[in-house]
C-alpha cells in the first residue's frame, strides 16, 4: 500500500498538501450527498409519488364501473382543473399483457405507490415524454390515461444541493490554494537560496519569511551560511600568510644562488627551488579552493577554447567541439584552473587530446579525451584523492604532486557539479566534468 501511494501522490509540497485538504473534503461531501439522497431526497420523492398515486386512486374510485359518459367526463373534468392532470379516455382500448420492468426511479417510485392504492391494472411511462409522465389504468370500457407533469415528481432541492455542495467545494478549495501558495513561497525561497549556496552563488535579497518553522530553517541556513563563509575567509588568510612566510626564505635563497658562481651544484639547487616553489603554489592552490572568488557568467566554451590554444602554442595537439549556449555562473579562475587541470594531465599521457563540451538540459557537460594509456577501473576513483600518483614514485617529471585532478573534483564540487574519470573512445582516459546551469 506505501509503496502505490507514494507512486501516484504529488512530489510537491504544494500539491501533498492540496491532496491533504481534498482528500477529507471529497470524503464529508460523499457521505454527505450519501446521507443527503438515501434520506431526505429519497423520502421527498416517495412521498410525490404517494401524492400522485392518491390523486389516479382517487379519481379511479370515484369513476364507478357502470358511470355514464357525462359522470366519467365530471370527475375528469374535476381533476385535470384541480390536480394539473392532462387526461383522456380511451375507450375499447386494453393494456397489453407484457411483462413490465421499471426503467428509472419515477417508474419505480409511482409503481410501488400505485400497486398499494390500485387494484387495477396499469402501467407507468415516464420515458416516451421529456415533460410528462403517463400512467394508463385499464377499465372495462377502455384506457384512462392520465398525464402529469414531471415537475411534480421531482424536487428541486437535489439541484440546489449539488450546486451548494460544488460551489461551496470549489470556492474552499481556491482560497486553500491562494493561501498555501502563499506558505510555499518561503520554502521554495529558501531552497533557491540553499541550492545556488551549493553552487557558489551568492544569494543577497535573500530573507526569512513565511510561517515559523520555515523561519527558523532560513535563520539556521543563514547562520550556517556565515559560519561557512567567516571559516573560508579564515582559511584563505592563513593561507596567504603561511604562502607569504614560505615565498620569503625561498626567495632570499634564490638571491644568494644567483650571486654564487655558476657550477653543477648551483644549477641543481635552483631546479629544486623551483620545483618546491611549483609545489607550494599547488598545496596552496587545493588548500584554499578558490573559494573567495565571486561568481561570473562565464563561457566555458569561450574558456576551453583558450586553454586549448595556450596548449597548442606548447606543441601540443589539442582539437575543441562545443555545441548550444554554455553560459554559466562560475568563478573564472578556479574554471579554468579546473579545465587546464585535466587538459595538462591528458597532455602528459597523451599524444592526441580532444575537448568538448555541451549543452544537456539543466547541466554542461565537458569532456577531455586522450589516447594514453588509460586509468584502471579500480583506480579511476583514486585519482581524486589528495597525493594519490598511479606512478608510485615522487618524481615530478612523471605526474607532479597527485593533487591535479582533487583541485579539479574541490572545485567542480563547489559550484554544484561533479568530475569523474571514464573510458575514453579515442583509447585513453576521459575526464567528465559536469556544471548546473
Excluded: C
Excluded at 394508463?136 to 450546486?163: C, E, H, N, W, Y
Aim: charged residues 25%; proline residues 5%; aromatic residues 6%.
Amino acid at each position: 500500500m506505501e509503496p502505490f501511494v507514494k507512486q501516484y501522490m504529488p512530489k510537491s509540497l504544494l500539491g501533498r498538501t492540496m491532496v491533504i485538504l481534498i482528500t477529507p473534503l471529497a470524503i464529508v461531501q460523499l457521505i454527505s450527498a450519501i446521507v443527503f439522497y438515501d434520506t431526505h431526497w429519497g423520502k421527498i420523492m416517495d412521498r410525490l409519488a404517494q401524492g400522485v398515486a392518491g390523486d389516479i386512486a382517487m379519481m379511479v374510485q370515484l369513476i364507478p364501473p357502470d358511470a355514464s359518459s357525462e359522470t366519467r367526463h365530471q370527475v375528469i373534468d374535476l381533476f385535470a382543473t384541480a390536480k394539473e392532470l392532462v387526461i383522456d379516455h380511451q375507450p375499447g382500448a386494453i393494456l397489453a399483457p407484457t411483462r413490465w420492468k421499471p426503467r428509472d426511479w419515477i417508474e419505480e417510485s409511482l409503481n410501488d405507490a400505485l400497486s398499494e392504492l390500485l387494484t387495477r391494472p396499469f402501467v407507468v411511462d415516464a420515458s416516451s415524454h421529456p415533460r410528462l409522465v403517463i400512467i394508463d389504468v385499464q377499465f372495462g370500457d377502455g384506457v384512462l390515461r392520465a398525464m402529469v407533469p414531471r415537475k411534480r415528481l421531482f424536487s428541486s432541492t437535489a439541484i440546489v444541493f449539488g450546486l451548494w455542495t460544488a460551489g461551496s467545494s470549489l470556492i474552499l478549495l481556491g482560497i486553500a490554494i491562494i493561501f498555501m501558495r502563499n506558505q510555499v513561497k518561503p520554502i521554495r525561497r529558501l531552497a533557491r537560496a540553499v541550492e545556488n549556496f551549493g553552487k557558489g552563488r551568492d544569494s543577497p535579497h535573500f530573507k526569512s519569511e513565511g510561517a515559523r518553522e520555515v523561519r527558523q530553517a532560513a535563520l539556521a541556513f543563514q547562520a550556517m551560511r556565515e559560519r561557512i563563509q567567516r571559516q573560508i575567509a579564515q582559511r584563505t588568510a592563513m593561507l596567504s600568510g603561511v604562502s607569504h612566510d614560505l615565498r620569503t626564505p625561498l626567495a632570499r635563497m634564490k638571491l644568494q644562488l644567483e650571486m654564487m658562481p655558476a657550477n653543477e651544484g648551483v644549477a641543481e639547487l635552483k631546479a629544486d627551488i623551483a620545483e618546491m616553489e611549483r609545489m607550494l603554489e599547488e598545496y596552496l592552490a587545493f588548500a584554499r579552493g578558490e573559494g573567495s572568488e565571486a561568481p561570473t557568467d562565464i563561457d566555458i566554451g569561450a574558456l576551453i577554447e583558450e586553454t586549448a590554444a595556450a596548449a597548442r602554442r606548447e606543441g601540443s595537439a589539442v582539437t575543441v567541439r562545443t555545441e548550444g549556449d554554455l553560459v554559466v555562473p562560475v568563478r573564472p579562475s578556479a574554471m579554468r584552473r579546473a579545465v587546464a587541470n585535466v587538459m595538462s594531465n591528458a597532455i602528459r599521457h597523451g599524444r592526441t587530446v580532444e575537448a568538448a563540451a555541451r549543452r544537456a538540459g539543466d547541466w554542461i557537460d565537458i569532456t577531455v579525451d586522450d589516447d594514453g594509456p588509460g586509468i584502471p577501473a579500480e583506480s579511476r576513483e583514486d585519482v581524486f584523492r589528495p597525493f594519490f600518483r598511479l606512478e608510485s614514485s615522487r618524481n615530478p617529471e612523471t605526474g607532479g604532486v597527485g593533487l591535479g585532478l582533487a583541485i579539479v573534483r574541490d572545485i567542480l564540487r563547489g559550484h554544484g557539479g561533479d568530475a569523474v574519470m571514464e573510458e575514453s573512445p579515442l583509447g585513453g582516459a576521459r575526464a567528465h566534468l559536469r556544471l548546473p546551469v
